[in-house]
């Protein structure tokens, strides 16, 4: 395949995430390994969507453990229940934080960062196996539309779980 994405001029997020899925899934089609799967999806919104920081927490025992992004340096480790990631974890379910100053425990790896968005990932077993976390320079970045698509594209790395 190529590993060019083609991506449509614009700001429509729903005509973006139309263009990418597809060529994410073909992207990911024949890999078999997560770490290079992972290190793919998060250039690949970083490609089409530009936001601060992309990137993938691993569930590793009572721990999120940093794996791959794009982005500046950020924190390696987080809790079980800790700021956006660990609640999200937690919570079994994707957070969308709209101003990431008022969720109570958030950990700012980044000044910049103003909102966010978390989606949980679940292995084979329906366990959560990692997080997809993603960072804005903007307030009030991420809404249902962000969720849905990203949550897509999530789901095609459950088979690359142990
Ligand atoms: N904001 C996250 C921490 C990870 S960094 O943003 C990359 C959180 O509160 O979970």
Known sequence: MSETLQLPQTTDRVAVYSALYPQVRELLNDEHDLIAAMANVSAALRQAFSWHWIGFYRVMGAELVLGPFQGPVACSRIGHGKGVCGTAWADEKTLIVADVDKFPGHIACSPLSK??????????????????????????DFNEVDAHALGRICTLLEPLFE
């Open 115 to 140: 909102s966010e968005i978390v989606v949980p990932i679940r292995d084979r077993s329906g366990r959560i196996a990692a997080v997809l976390d993603i960072d804005s320079e903007h307030m009030d």
